[in-house]
């Protein structure tokens, strides 16, 4: 540990709060007046961290939360987060009245479920639900309007429960042909038309269709992907409306570096041998930390120069080898830029044949988050330091 780094392994993800903030800025610039932004910080805000990022998109103009399951709605409340937050997953009926103290806005998602929880709610609560309708994506949700007409009709008759909201999610949006996203726009329209009233927040559109469909935009649209600066998909990217800015880094140091001779072996399985006398580079970064055995081969950035990871990855560390003598302590670049050099989050979802959504989200919660924002101090954990100069 030094007075930079307030933990005590050179492992650490970069996160760019300013970045965030400029990706909800250029949304939000896009959309009526009148049209909200839900931020979506499920999943620790898609690995990146809830808290920070959840403030950084507040104050760059969401108005409310979302996350997947009631237990990160909680955690964001005692971390001091006092704005509205939604639970988009399935939450037992028996929690209720713990979402209706902390005012965490619940999801109904099936007529039954409604009545179950009606049965528990406590005299004297009040819970703000979404019903959420599904169009064809197939997860959870309401199919018909037969069963819709009979949620609202339980809604209105319990003054304790205020149908806030309904919503849907476009399982295509983010595909260039639009047939299956236009049929499920038009069951949207239908489900909202078959109720007595609208509720005030309708949404639909998660980052793909916020960007890509202004029909589709209704009074709120849902910003995930694209919040981290990150295309909702390799096939959209080249028709995004704007630039995104990548917030995740992934950084590390060489711990150790030795020359190796010809003919020597590197790692479990003697798998890779030196084919000549060469530098040889350890880091500490494994599979424990989320950086996949899967990922032998890929190359890191080393004084900006390209180096292949050789050997299999171990849980807690991984081999580079290197063009030339390096200091141990030398930064290395897993995920960003170094030198005017870049690996994107894409490239590592490339090499593992994935999504772009799954790389910051895999890497573990023993890799410390470092916060950076512009004329402000980095800060990672409870520490704030003076910024990193790499």
């Known amino acids: 540990m030094n007075e930079q780094n307030p933990f005590f392994r050179d492992t650490w993800v970069e996160v760019n709060l300013d970045h965030i903030a400029a990706n909800v800025s250029a949304v939000k610039g896009r959309l009526p007046k009148n049209v909200a932004i839900i931020a979506v910080v499920k999943a620790n805000a898609y690995g990146?961290?809830?808290?920070?990022?959840?403030?950084?998109?507040?104050?760059?103009?969401?108005?409310m939360l979302a996350v997947a399951f009631l237990d990160e709605a909680l955690s964001l409340r005692r971390k001091g987060i006092s704005a509205p937050l939604l639970v988009l997953g399935a939450s037992r009926p028996e929690d209720v009245n713990l979402a209706a103290r902390e005012e965490i806005i619940l999801t109904v998602f099936q007529f039954d479920w409604l009545i179950r929880a009606k049965a528990v709610l406590e005299e004297g609560m009040n819970l703000s639900v979404h019903v959420k309708v599904d169009t064809g994506m197939g997860r959870i949700g309401v199919r018909t309007t037969e069963e819709l007409m009979r949620i609202e009709e339980i809604i209105h008759t319990d003054s304790r429960i205020q149908f806030a909201g309904i919503y849907t999610h476009f399982a295509t949006a983010d595909e260039l042909g639009d047939h299956y996203f236009r049929k499920q726009l038009h069951d949207f329209e239908n489900?909202?038309?078959?109720?007595?009233?609208?509720?005030?927040?309708?949404?639909?559109?998660n980052s793909a269709a916020a960007i890509r469909y202004e029909e589709a935009q209704f009074d709120a649209v849902r910003l995930g992907i694209v919040m981290y600066g990150l295309s909702p998909s390799q096939e959209i990217k080249p028709h995004l409306p704007f630039p995104l800015k990548e917030a995740f880094s992934l950084h590390s140091r060489l711990s150790y570096v030795k020359v190796v001779k010809k003919g020597e072996k590197i790692s479990y399985g003697g798998t890779y041998t030196a084919p000549e006398d060469e530098w040889i580079g350890t880091i500490p970064i494994g599979y424990a930390d989320g950086w996949i055995r899967k990922l032998r081969g890929q190359e890191v950035l080393v004084n900006g120069v390209r180096c292949p990871i050789v050997g299999r990855i171990c849980m807690d560390q991984s081999m580079v080898r290197l063009p030339?003598?390096?200091?141990?302590?030398?930064?290395?670049?897993?995920?960003?830029?170094?030198?005017?050099?870049?690996?994107?989050?894409?490239?590592?979802?490339?090499?593992?044949?994935?999504?772009n959504y799954e790389i910051p989200c895999q890497i573990s919660s023993r890799v410390p988050r470092v916060y950076i924002k512009a004329g402000q101090n980095i800060a990672t954990m409870n520490a704030i330091l003076p910024q990193v100069n790499d």
Do not use: F, W, Y
């Not at 489900?191 to 559109?205: A, E, T």
């Open 191 to 205: 489900m909202i038309s078959s109720l007595s009233s609208r509720p005030p927040c309708v949404h639909g559109s």
């Open 48 to 63: 990146h961290g809830d808290l920070r990022v959840a403030e950084a998109a507040l104050q760059a103009g969401a108005s």
């Open 324 to 355: 030339n003598e390096m200091k141990p302590g030398t930064k290395v670049t897993l995920i960003g830029n170094q030198q005017n050099n870049l690996i994107t989050v894409d490239e590592i979802a490339d090499k593992l044949e994935t999504i």
